[in-house]
């Protein structure tokens, strides 16, 4: 394979559905890894040369991070979606049309949530009663990180278009600089020049701006697979309509889970600052150990959507049971080697023995949900690929609203004794474990149902109902 041939889009409607599948799926897994350490390498750099109150203070403002970029999320997957299927049924105006109102859409996007960030991000903290020590910490960090969202914004959206063209190198390349440049920031800004969180916050909003420009500047040097003129820009219902309905759905699964993390944020603050940051500590582990899980289930969405646009509902089916197949070894290996290397993990966060411990032993609690969100992820990314995005959406409101949180705040209650007023922490990890699992069941019988199947696009752009 040449240099060109691996920069360029892939057609996975033709070759092994297994080997598209993996191919698609390493480099696009080392990106996402190297996203992860945006966060990583935060809290780190914070624990480190602040400390773990700094470290519970990023910890606590990012569920409403995730809470107030959902917007970015639902465009991303709708314009995922969309140009994978017009590109596997070979239609160039409707794809350049897509990608263009997916530009101006975007744009719109991130003047909201510029302004909902700057004005929400106390408030929201103050809702969760979020510790008087912490608090002036996770504000700063939070209005920085919403105020120069855009570069977050169109990271994502146009690694959402790439991906949907089948080119997941050319995100990786751009993303890997962007992360070194962003942890010789963080180091630059927090030790040097003492910027304390604020600095991470400043290193993360540029660091992201930098691989916004590199994933647009190749976007616009793809002349031969679609066209990117003003008149792509202009805003036309069909397209702008169309990318809402695929994404909307993805978009309030993760308002649904953001919301659900801001409630059971909620719940570990009372739990004090030690298990805030233990819970940081499990979340940047997790956010790796997730990585796989994510990545496969991002392939499947392209292999999906372009096979169903091509007509070929065969391959779509054997390619969802080759690459669920490959997730679970993934996660399987994964999973061994938390329960393996749990210590050595949680050290790298924090000098502080009783924090170790801590976050070891809770890991160890959710290691075994990673087999189940293997299962969920990689069928729900078949399901977003075919088109049906409202099922995984449902899925995640029943394990999201109606378990986790309950069950979350049913055991602390439980659990409560005079030396435990608030009930154990504990729970805040078996909840989430159960949530995985009740997923990952109910995602493979709506699989196995088969109604994903009726959701394509068809040739003039509509969807069949």
Same mark, same amino acid.
């Given at each position: ?21 993996? *191919?698609?799926? *390493?480099?696009?897994? *080392?990106? $996402? ?22 470290? #519970?203070?990023?910890? +606590? ?5 995730? %809470?107030? %970029? ?15 299927? =017009? ?13 263009? $109102? ?71 390349? =751009? ?20 910027? @304390? ?78 298990? *805030? ?82 976050? #070891? ?17 990689? %069928? ?26 309950? %069950?979350?705040? @049913? ?13 154990? =922490?504990?729970?805040?990890?078996? +909840? ?34």
């Amino acid at each position: 394979m040449t240099i060109k041939e691996l920069f360029a889009p892939s057609d996975m409607t033709v070759g092994k559905p297994w080997e598209k599948i993996v *191919i698609f799926t *390493i480099p696009m897994l *080392i990106g $996402n890894i190297a996203q992860q350490l945006y966060n990583t390498v935060d809290s780190i750099v914070i624990g480190k040369y602040v400390g773990d109150n700094a470290l #519970a203070a990023v910890g +606590s403002a990012s569920p409403i991070l995730n %809470l107030l %970029l959902v917007l970015f999320v639902g465009i991303s997957v709708g314009a995922g979606v969309m140009v994978s299927q =017009y590109f596997g049924a070979r239609q160039r105006e409707e794809l350049s049309m897509t990608i263009g $109102n997916c530009v101006t859409l975007t744009a719109i996007s991130s003047l909201i949530i510029m302004f909902l960030g700057a004005v929400l991000s106390r408030p929201l903290l103050e809702l969760l009663n979020t510790p008087d020590s912490i608090i002036d910490w996770c504000t700063s960090y939070l209005v920085i990180l919403m105020v120069g969202c855009i570069g977050c914004a169109y990271y994502n959206i146009l690694c959402g278009i790439l991906r949907g063209l089948g080119d997941s190198i050319s995100a990786l390349i =751009y993303l890997l600089v962007a992360t070194v440049l962003n942890i010789i920031l963080d180091i630059v800004f927090v030790s040097r020049f003492q910027m @304390g969180v604020a600095g991470v916050a400043y290193a993360t909003v540029i660091a992201q701006a930098v691989s916004a420009i590199l994933c647009f500047w190749k976007l616009l040097r793809m002349t031969d697979i679609f066209n990117f003129k003003f008149r792509h820009l202009k805003m036309k219902k069909k397209y702008t309509l169309e990318i809402i309905r695929l994404g909307l759905p993805s978009g309030i699964t993760q308002a649904i889970f953001s919301m659900a993390m801001v409630i059971v944020q909620s719940l570990t603050n009372s739990f004090g600052e030690m298990v *805030i940051a233990a819970n940081v500590i499990i979340m940047r582990v997790d956010g790796f150990a997730m990585m796989p899980n994510f990545s496969f289930g991002t392939a499947m969405t392209t292999y999906a959507g372009q096979n169903v646009g091509a007509h070929r509902m065969d391959r779509v089916e054997q390619g969802a049971r080759q690459g669920t197949a490959i997730a679970l070894g993934t996660s399987a290996v994964i999973t061994l080697l938390i329960l393996v290397f749990g210590k050595n993990l949680m050290a790298i966060f924090t000098d502080t023995s009783e924090l170790v411990t801590l976050s #070891a032993n809770m890991m160890k609690i959710l290691a075994v949900g990673y087999l189940a969100m293997a299962i969920t992820q990689s %069928l729900s990314g078949v399901m977003r690929g075919a088109g049906d995005t409202m099922t995984p959406m449902w899925i995640s409101m029943i394990t999201t609203v109606v378990i986790r949180v309950p %069950l979350a705040y @049913g055991l602390a209650f439980l659990t409560r004794t005079p030396e435990l007023p608030n009930g154990r =922490y504990q729970v805040l990890w078996i +909840s989430l474990l159960v949530c995985w699992c009740m997923g990952a069941l109910l995602t493979f019988l709506f699989y196995k149902k088969g109604n994903w199947k009726k959701k394509a696009l068809t040739a003039d752009g509509n969807s069949d109902q």
